[in-house]
């Protein structure tokens, strides 16, 4: 049983009587320079070289207090908060949870017999709250904003991101700053706004709202949670990594695709892959990990064909797929490195072969994914069919969210 204590003696906590987690968080640390900073603050980037922080644990902690068979009595109703250890939240009573992770991971054979791969395996990400897996980022960031006091979030949004944070942020009613691109789907601007959130469209792209939530957080004391600009979106998102090998009984697949716009997925597994070799409870073997984009914006793309460490933004970004119409992401160096480490590989699919692939994968599975996900399936058909991908191997592809909210793409 955790002890209560008073959260008033750490500096920036919510006072009061409250339960420890077992969260092993032990500080933050710049994805490029290194630098170290506490736990207490809320910190968005490293102030010394502007890149991404990253979350540290005392993972040599949890290998002690924690193994794989108490973890599988752990009750599957927690959700991703099954991974305490591995998350920031330090008291039980900040924990803002809608039942998100724990989502279900069937073998989709015959759909994989389609193009000779029937070892294929759907992680479906559709059944989280809000639809997507940004609720897995939106839950974990939002409950220790609020833990550390934040007054009100702000985010630039293509969409399922902004309505993460907002269905999240209303469960504490912390003000929320949506901006969006004036031609957003509909479903997103309506979510956001029955949520209470504040929304503003802007004439532009994702890049360009990110200006307007620097400019407010800035003059407003807002918190910014856009994509890698605080340390724990990224946190939540790794849970997809610990789940499916826990799913999987700890084995890796050979294969994982996944659709990248900001990244902040990919980015999260590769990361929860290192933090659990570094416990034991795996090796060094990875699955080639797979990044598809547009190929109306396909930045991580270029660069990968490019042999380069980092990406280029892309000019005039046009897709459908409005969650990977981001032409900048700030975690562009990590996606690459996770790529190249992997000996995995990055490829962009056009609109109309998304959409195609949605409605083959509805018709054979029964669930409609989003478009952004249309992209997995449409990477995954290509990549078959060049051999990339073998008959034998083992192959994840993330179902990211749902068609239900993008009837606008196929009028």
């Known amino acids: 049983m955790s002890a209560a204590v008073n959260a008033g003696e750490a500096s920036g906590y919510r006072a009061g009587s409250l339960t420890k ?188 709202c990110g200006a307007k939530v620097r400019e407010g957080a800035k003059e407003h004391g807002w918190f910014d949670v856009c994509t890698l600009r605080e340390p724990f979106r990224v946190e939540g998102k790794k849970t997809m990594g610990i789940e499916l090998l826990e799913q999987f009984d700890w084995k890796m697949p050979d294969v994982i695709i996944y659709p990248t716009g900001g990244g902040t997925g990919l980015i999260g597994m590769w990361k929860a892959f290192n933090e659990l070799q570094h416990m034991g409870w795996i090796g060094s073997e990875r699955p080639k990990m797979v990044s598809v984009q547009s190929d109306g914006c396909a930045p991580i793309v270029r660069a990968w064909n490019e042999l380069k460490d980092k990406a280029e933004p892309w000019k005039d970004a046009r897709t459908v797929a409005s969650g990977l119409r981001v032409p900048a992401a700030a975690g562009d160096f990590l996606i690459l490195e996770a790529l190249k480490k992997s000996n995995g590989t990055a490829l962009a699919v056009s609109d109309e072969a998304m959409k195609k692939s949605c409605e083959t994968v509805a018709r054979v599975t029964g669930i409609w994914p989003s478009v952004e996900a249309g992209a997995v399936f449409a990477g995954f058909e290509q990549l078959s069919a060049q051999g990339w991908i073998k008959p034998t191997d083992k192959v994840v592809l993330f179902l990211t969210g749902t068609g239900l909210k993008y009837p606008q793409a196929w009028l």
């Open 21 to 208: 987690t077992t969260s092993a968080f032990s500080h933050l640390e710049c994805a490029q320079c290194s630098k170290k900073f506490p736990t207490n603050k809320l910190l968005g980037m490293c102030p010394d070289c502007t890149k991404p922080l990253l979350a540290r644990y005392d993972l040599d902690q949890i290998a002690k207090t924690l193994t794989k068979e108490e973890l599988k009595k752990r009750d599957p109703a927690l959700g991703l908060w099954r991974y305490e250890e591995f998350l920031p939240v330090q008291f039980k009573e900040n924990i803002i949870s809608l039942g998100e992770g724990w989502t279900p991971l069937f073998h989709a054979e015959a759909y994989g017999k389609l193009y000779g791969i029937p070892n294929t395996w759907i992680k479906d990400e559709s059944k989280n709250p809000t639809g997507s897996f940004k609720a897995r980022g939106a839950a974990v960031c939002v409950s220790r904003a609020y833990e550390l006091g934040a007054k009100a979030l702000a985010i630039a949004t293509n969409g399922n991101a902004g309505g993460a944070m907002a269905c999240y942020a209303a469960q504490r009613n912390i003000p929320g700053y949506v901006f969006m691109p004036e031609d957003a789907w509909l479903a997103f601007k309506v979510e956001c706004k029955v949520y209470g959130m504040n929304v503003t469209t802007i004439n532009g792209f994702i890049t360009d």
